[in-house]
């Protein structure tokens, strides 16, 4: 993942757009800040969870380290 991620950190989120689309890349979900300011992921396959988990930054690395054969990307990089 890009080091552009940096940028997002302390900004509220206002609006998700998500977008899918027949040519690459396939998806895109676009953050919308109420900075009027907002940040793009996209890729061919990609999708998300069915909520909002509990745990905080500890826990959510603990799953990320779950999966075997992930890189795991923290940012701002302490």
Do not use: W
């Amino acid at each position: 993942m890009k080091a552009g991620i940096d940028n997002i950190l302390g900004k509220t989120i206002s609006r998700v757009i998500v977008a899918e689309n027949k040519k690459s890349p396939k998806k895109r979900v676009f953050l919308v800040f109420s900075d009027d300011t907002y940040f793009e992921f996209y890729g061919e396959n990609f999708s998300c969870t069915s909520g909002v988990d509990k745990g905080g930054l500890d826990k959510a690395t603990q799953y990320a380290h779950a999966m075997s054969g992930s890189t795991i990307k923290i940012y701002p990089k302490a």
